[in-house]
């Protein structure tokens, strides 16, 4: 948030505060590297807000469906859609939301699951999509890693920490140094032009700051170094007792899908072998060979393959969860069945176990239950998506993002205006900027909590020291040709 012409910088402050100059000048550049992806995560972040309002809008012919008659077991929905996509294993049931709506079933193929919609009365497939090519799950990559996996997952959190850089720089030079609250907290829109960009540019960030700085920080959990940098926060303060429910890569993502569909696989394999025992010591006049119960036996008739769900999911039907409610096979033999409502209000998230055999609840852990920094980040995520408080919460995240894309466009406006010719613009660098023992501290805060800002800075300052204040041309490009000391 630049407020003022570079042709008249005020002084520096005094106090031990740092060079006005130099603050600017490193705004200046992380909005360099920040603005083209702000806007961008911007952009999808708002669509993402809205996304149970897309998917409903996206599934509304399949949600609308005439049902004649009861409504097919959820076993045999479930054979129905398993068999639609060959070579497939049931990897959860989603129970129906609506009497008139499609049954979601998910069938796994290694880490590739595709999401079977069925008729719940005549069986009939009225749709199969690939998970990952869902609207959303592409909006989803396209805010998180740009569609370019692991590497454009660390080019937006490099992004993401420089945005609260510039955000952190811009509060400072933003702070007022006059008692009138023009141009500061609304803009002059009687002055002319020039003021008018720059009051937009002020204005805004002061607004939309804290909460752009609340959905970058929120944000960073699913980025692929930061996300592993808090892994191992959680292994040190115990939190891994539980699994975390989020994923910092795609491929992080693929790794658990072939996990769990290996293990409802083999267990698959134990139970059906063990069927086939007791087949045999029934034809021979043996006694019944015991076998693990309330597990899918894929060797079995398809109306009896999935019976376990037949028991499951009316108890977990009946408890009434927010949606989607998921309804997953056991990965290891003799293990129960599980359930959880999957809702993007995470504070609500309940997970089950449930006998197979009985259909009977046999445990339960809620949000509460949670590690303290589980519960943080939850509670962070659900409020990054939009769903922590309903409409308010979407409303109030699309506020946000607009700000960003006016305040990015205000500053390219302002940065265009005021440029010299044959020069990028950048302030003017002085010799001996003004450090003090609070900047110092902040920066080093910064860089351990956000290590990839850390790196990327000290990388910055060793190229401009060692590299490019020794070529003539990109030396004055940059503005580092004039150089003098900081006033006292």
């Known amino acids: 948030m630049t407020t003022t012409n570079p042709t008249a910088t005020p002084e520096p402050r005094s106090g031990g505060w740092p060079d006005y100059r130099a603050v600017w000048r490193w705004h200046f550049y992380a909005g360099l590297l920040c603005i083209p992806f702000v806007i961008w995560l911007a952009c999808t972040g708002s669509i993402y807000l809205f996304k149970p309002q897309v998917e409903a809008f996206i599934d509304r012919g399949t949600d609308r469906i005439v049902v004649a008659g009861p409504a097919a077991s959820p076993s045999a929905q479930v054979a129905a859609a398993v068999a639609a996509v060959p070579g497939s294993a049931l990897a959860s ?39 990952d090519d869902r609207f959303m799950e592409v909006v989803f990559r396209l805010h998180g890693e740009l569609l370019a996996g692991e590497r454009g997952s660390n080019i937006v959190e490099l992004a993401a920490c420089w945005a609260i850089v510039m955000i952190l720089t811009g509060l400072f030079l933003w702070w007022p140094r006059q008692s009138s609250l023009a141009g500061v907290i609304y803009p002059r829109f009687h002055k002319g032009s020039r003021h008018v960009w720059r009051d937009l540019h002020a204005v805004t960030g ?16 699913w980025a692929k170094n930061w996300g592993g940098y808090f ?18 890569s795609r491929a992080e993502a693929a790794a658990q899908r072939r996990a769990d569909d290996a293990g409802v696989r083999a267990t698959a394999a ?35 393959a999935y019976a376990p769900l037949d028991r499951v999911a009316p108890t977990i039907a009946a408890l009434k969860l927010p949606p989607p409610v998921l309804i997953s096979p056991p990965k290891t033999p003799g293990a129960p069945w599980t359930a959880k409502t999957d809702t993007p209000n995470r504070p609500q998230r309940v997970d089950f176990t449930v006998d197979g055999e009985t259909g009977k609840l046999i445990g339960a852990k809620d949000f509460s239950q949670k590690h303290l920094i589980d519960k943080i980040v939850g509670v962070g995520i659900a409020a990054h998506e939009g769903q922590l408080f309903g409409w308010a919460n979407q409303l109030l995240g699309l506020f946000t993002a607009i700000g960003l894309v006016l305040l990015s466009v205000s500053a390219v406006v302002l940065w265009w205006r005021r440029r010299s010719v044959g020069a990028l613009g950048a302030p003017e660098a002085i010799a001996r900027p003004r450090l003090s023992v609070a900047l110092v501290v902040i920066v080093l805060a910064l860089g351990l909590y956000l290590p990839m800002f850390g790196v990327s800075l000290l990388t910055v300052l060793a190229v401009e020291r060692l590299v490019l204040r020794r070529i003539p041309p990109v030396r004055d490009w940059l503005g580092l040709q004039r150089e003098r000391p900081a006033k006292a």
């Open 206 to 221: 002061f607004w939309v700051s804290l909460f752009a700085i609340f959905l970058l920080l929120t944000g960073l959990p």
């Open 270 to 304: 134990v139970v059906e072998d063990e069927h086939a025992q007791h087949n045999m010591a029934v034809a021979g006049g043996g006694g019944m060979h015991h076998h693990t119960p309330g597990m899918v036996m894929p060797g079995m008739a398809p109306e009896d």
């Open 93 to 131: 049931y989603e129970t129906p939301q609506a009497p008139g709506a499609a049954v979601r079933v998910l069938v796994s193929q290694g880490a590739d699951l595709t999401r079977v919609y069925v008729h719940p009365s005549s069986l009939e497939i009225l749709k199969t999509v690939p998970e």
């Open 231 to 248: 892994k191992e926060v959680r292994k040190v303060t115990g939190a891994t007792a539980a699994a975390q429910d989020w994923n910092t």
